[in-house]
């Protein structure tokens, strides 16, 4: 049975730093590219960060490039979402998601086959 068990999201102050993690379970992470997704309030979801499960390849929207980090550790099966120099904006629910086999990386919501619950990111000013 497929699961993403997001964690890590909390409330943080402008500039503050946290970690989400994403454990993965019943498949492996070199099978399928995992992205993080959010959604803000009265807004629409966007992907954030996604990493490929062939190569490993990163990708970023412009608006978190040089704050956030995506990485995984595959003895672990879990993924990560480091972001640093957090602001306002970037209060949202955070998602963990796969994306379907053979795709790599992609931020279509078409092709996410798993989401996860959710973790809570709130960065107050």
């Known amino acids: 049975q497929v699961q993403l068990v997001e964690s890590g999201g909390g409330l943080v102050q402008t500039g503050g730093s946290l970690r989400l993690s994403c454990a993965a379970s019943g498949f492996t992470l070199d099978d399928h590219g995992i992205a993080w997704f959010r959604q803000a309030p009265g807004k629409e979801r966007e992907g954030v960060s996604c990493?490929?499960?062939?190569?490993?390849?990163?990708v970023y929207i412009d608006s978190v490039k040089g704050r956030f980090t995506i990485s995984r550790d595959d003895a672990n099966n879990t993924v990560y979402l480091q972001m640093n120099r957090l602001v306002p904006e970037d209060t949202a629910v955070y998602y963990c998601?796969?994306?379907?086999?053979?795709?790599?990386?992609?931020?279509?919501?078409?092709?996410?086959?798993?989401w996860g619950k959710g973790t809570l990111v709130t960065v107050s000013s």
């Open positions: 990493i490929s499960g062939r190569d490993g390849r990163t």
């Open positions: 998601v796969r994306v379907q086999r053979g795709l790599g990386c992609r931020f279509w919501s078409h092709v996410i086959d798993y």
